[in-house]
């Protein structure tokens, strides 16, 4: 793999960050938590957990990246050689997250193709259990959804096409057409949102705040699940992007561009998302939380009902709104394919090409799995058990590493060399003492929440991914790296 390798100016990177930061879960996932969790008094341990762990962690990343040059697997071998193992589990949970999270852009492209004609008809709900999704039905598993995989392979061809090439000439330039493009087609989407009549309905009930909600333990939670999932902090993918970066470049600064813009990208999606449900709510007399949903119901089922009541704009709004999500999809799938591609190049001297393909051709065998019958039962399954169980602890584990081991006081001169705002004693501080705890805490609810009645078949599938990731991972450790 080319060590060289990087952005050719901070814009590029900015813009990936911003691709990477802004996915389908700041569409389809926020308003949702922020609704569920006091609405309007969410803010508050919503912005207390931007700026105690998510700002605090991602200038982390941003140094490491910056200062180190290498792999992630490579870096937590230079700290202790034990550690590597640590950096394979993670980047192999990444990658198994790129690999579903393919096949959701995949239903949504299956969507896109539909939306000009409103293909699914007067019951979005079937058609996204016959077409596209599946249901939880086991004995369907044995049966493909021919629509999702023919889609989710054709993104993996063109994903192929674009991550074979440098980062700044594939991902880079990429994201400097998307992510201008996506906030084009969203703001037009969701200011006329705000035209619709009813849209007050929905920014009201988004926005009533329930104060007594500030006491309660799983709203914290919440916000604190909600910024590690919409930063992507602690997953390697900060860390990797910010390896390619230039020198003198002003690494807090551009931390803070990077979370300010991705909080007001969420934020206003959220009032857009509620004034849509508002106008749906009054034109069908239907109460609004009978229509408010979180992710595949909300975008898939939901939306498609209100598109069908919106007469022509509807055949307008539709293909823009899956066409941004298929941009917000796709930019953020290249950030979690990308630390497994850069750990095993660099311990195996693969070129990129080499790299992807192998990667590649992996996830499209990944992909038949995922286009079952019960497509969307499984992905529910993995994601939650990937991200709640696994991908969490590490990132817990990572803090006290870095913080304990390491010594985070070591990348405090390479952070405040050209940044306009400085870190210190409070940086320290928190990743030292306040994250580790707050991190282990959420894993904990997390795993209680996880295991709170699961089945036969999903302890089968924890075991399958615990076994494969942590094999896996010691091979790569014990395997010997290529002599350069």
Known sequence: MNNTSQWNSTLTFILAMIGLTIGIGNIWRFSYVLYSNGGGSFFIPYTIAILVMGVPFLILEYGLGFSFKK?????????????????????????IVVIYYMVIIGWDLAYL???????????????????????????????IILPTL????????????????????GIGKLSTILIPLLFTIMIFIFIYAFTLPGFHIGVSTLLTPNWSM??????????????????????AMVYTYASYLPKNTKLVDEVLIVVIINSLYEIFIAFGVFSILGYMSLHSSIPMNELISEGTGLIFIVFPQIFNTMG??????????????????????????????SSLCNKFGWSRKKGVTI????ACIGTVIFSTGCSSYLVGVVDGFVNNFGILILIGVQAIIFGWLYGVEKVIPVLNEF????????????????LPILLIIVWIFGV??????????????????????VGLSVAFTKLSPKKS
């Open 71 to 95: 792999s992630f697997s490579n870096l937590m071998h230079s700290i202790r050689p034990g550690f590597e193992i640590i950096a394979w589990m993670l980047v192999l949970l990444v990658f």
């Open 113 to 143: 193709l539909n939306s000009f004609t409103f293909g699914w008809g007067n019951d979005p709900a079937s058609f996204f259990t016959s077409y596209v999704g599946g249901s939880s039905d086991l004995s369907s598993s044995t049966t």
């Open 214 to 235: 500030l006491l309660d333990i799983h709203v914290w939670l919440a916000a604190f699940g909600q910024t590690i999932f919409s930063l992507s902090i602690g997953q």
């Open 359 to 362: 990667l590649t051709i992996v």
């Open 448 to 469: 209680v929440d996880l295991f709170h009645n699961e089945s036969a078949f999903e302890i089968i599938i924890y075991a399958i991914i615990t076994i494969i990731v």
């Open 312 to 341: 022509g704009m509807g055949h307008v709004i539709a293909p823009l709104l899956f066409i941004s999500i298929l941009f917000a999809g796709f930019t953020s799938a290249f950030a979690l394919f990308e630390p497994l591609l």
């Open 419 to 434: 940044s306009t705002f400085k870190v210190g004693k409070t940086w320290v501080f928190t990743l030292k003492y306040l």
């Open 150 to 169: 023919i889609c989710t392979l054709i993104l993996w061809a063109v994903f192929w096409a674009i991550s074979i090439k440098d980062v700044d000439k």
